[in-house]
Structure formats: C-alpha cells, structure tokens
Nanobody
Framework: VRLVESGGGLVQPGGSLRLSCKAS????????MAWYRQAPGKQRELVAR???????NYTDSVLGRFTISRDNAKNTVSLQMNNLKPEDTAVYYC?????????????WGQGTQVTVSS
C-alpha cells in the first residue's frame, strides 16, 4: 500500500490550500480515508475522515473551513482548507485501512507540511 500526499506549502492567514492523497495497492473504494495532522510538540490528531459512502466527520476546530472529499475513479482523497489560521500549521498525513480491532488506521503517507504565517 502506498499513500502519496501533495499540495502542502506556505500560505498567509486567511488563505487556502488543497491537499491530495493518491492511494495505490489498496481497495480504495471500500476503505475509509482520513487526514491527520501533527504540530510540533503535539500529538497527532484526526482532522477529517470520509467513509466509503462519503460520509464525513471533522474535528471541531476545522468545521466550516475544511472539506474532505474522495474520487474513487482516481483513488484520491482531498482536503480543501479555507480560511487557514496559524494554528493549522502542522504536518498533514493521509491515512487508510481502518482496523476496528486496533481502533486505528494501518497505512500512512509520508506527510506534507502546511505552514500558515504572514
């Protein structure tokens, strides 16, 4: 399984970025996908998750600003991030392969840096 993220970068507060994650080696259509982030000195946290039927959930701090979506034809999950704030600065990771027995995802991308700063 391979997850490759792209789209990170430096943006000013109030700006937008779109992250993408291309998955291979996995039955993408039947898997939940997610975006996590980890800021310096903090634990990794779930940002957004999308089910095989495109049901979504978000952490409270990004509600109304971030949108997760999936394209099953392209094996891609995206995260549209609007009205970015300095506290959104983190490394963002794509995740796949939910393991209910372990209550965690088993596959992870390498991460992409998002920096929100003026």
């Amino acid at each position: 399984v391979r997850l490759v993220e792209s789209g990170g970068g430096l943006v000013q507060p109030g700006g937008s970025l779109r992250l993408s994650c291309k998955a291979s080696g996995i039955a993408f259509r039947v898997n939940s996908m997610a975006w996590y982030r980890q800021a310096p000195g903090k634990q990794r946290e779930l940002v957004a998750r999308i089910s095989p039927s495109s049901g979504t959930n978000y952490t409270d701090s990004v509600l109304g600003r971030f949108t997760i979506s999936r394209d099953n034809a392209k094996n891609t999950v995206s995260l549209q991030m609007n009205n970015l704030k300095p506290e959104d600065t983190a490394v963002y990771y794509c995740a796949a392969g939910w393991l209910p027995s372990a209550n965690q995802f088993q596959y992870w991308g390498q991460g992409t840096q998002v920096t929100v700063s003026s």
